[in-house]
Nanobody
């Protein structure tokens, strides 16, 4: 069973950068794709980015394209979300979750959410 723990959040000024990490336990991590979601206060959880097990296929929601980069290091059992040019509207709790084959952008299709990591962007 693969378990995921998010980290790397914090407080940053508008235009700044953060790198989030999604660390996994379990020897089968490299067989899973990983998706990042976020949830702002009083808003629904939304898809942000995803990467397939090989790392060769990545996907982004339109609002983060060109600013965020998802990558993975299977040797370290970790997926990263590099966030540049941050905006106040990026403020949210960020979560990662796993998928096996095709990913879905619907958070209801995923189970066992972790605690997430808070990202706050000040203007």
């Amino acid at each position: 069973q693969v378990q995921l723990v998010e980290s790397g959040g914090g407080l940053v000024q508008e235009g700044g950068s953060l790198r989030l990490s999604c660390a996994a336990s379990g020897r089968t991590f490299s067989t899973y794709g990983i998706a990042w979601f976020r949830q702002a206060p009083e808003k629904a959880r939304e898809f942000v980015a995803a990467i397939k097990w090989s790392g060769r296929n990545t996907y982004y929601t339109d609002s983060v394209k060109g600013r965020f980069t998802i990558s993975r290091d299977n040797a370290k059992n970790t997926v990263y979300l590099q966030m540049n040019s941050l905006k106040p509207e990026d403020t949210a709790v960020y979560y990662c979750n796993k998928f096996l084959d095709a990913f879905t952008t619907d958070p209801w299709d995923y189970a066992y959410w972790g605690q997430g990591t808070q990202v706050t962007v000040s203007s």
